[in-house]
Nanobody
Framework: EVQLVESGGGLVQAGGSLRLSCKFSGFIFDDYTIAWFRQAPGQEREGVSCIHSTDGSTYYPDSVKGRFTISSDNAKSTVYLQMNSLKPEDSAVYYC?????????????????????WGKGTLVSVSE
């Protein structure tokens, strides 16, 4: 059974940084994608990044490009989301998700409907 556990959320002032972690386990095959999504109250879930397990390809929407960086430490089975220059509009619950054989591409937004497994989320709050 695939499991994903997020950590690292918290309260930070605008302009500050946070690093989220997603500890994952249970993928049978080496071909999978880990993604980060966020959802603010009353808003749709938004994909903010993904990374592919084999070729390391990544994706970022324009809203976070240049500020967020996703990385993977396969030895620790952990994916990180480094978030810099945070803005109040980045406040949301951040979810880690995963899917075997899902292609993460810099050209295509990561789709929540393509994810098979989800963590419980971690709250990020950015104050003015």
């Amino acid at each position: 059974e695939v499991q994903l556990v997020e950590s690292g959320g918290g309260l930070v002032q605008a302009g500050g940084s946070l690093r989220l972690s997603c500890k994952f386990s249970g993928f049978i095959f080496d071909d999978y994608t880990i993604a980060w999504f966020r959802q603010a109250p009353g808003q749709e879930r938004e994909g903010v990044s993904c990374i592919h397990s084999t070729d390391g390809s990544t994706y970022y929407p324009d809203s976070v490009k240049g500020r967020f960086t996703i990385s993977s430490d396969n030895a620790k089975s952990t994916v990180y989301l480094q978030m810099n220059s945070l803005k109040p509009e980045d406040s949301a619950v951040y979810y880690c998700a995963g899917a075997p054989f899902y292609i993460c591409s810099g050209y295509n937004p990561v789709n929540s409907y393509g994810m098979d497994y989800w963590g419980k989320g971690t709250l990020v709050s950015v104050s003015e």
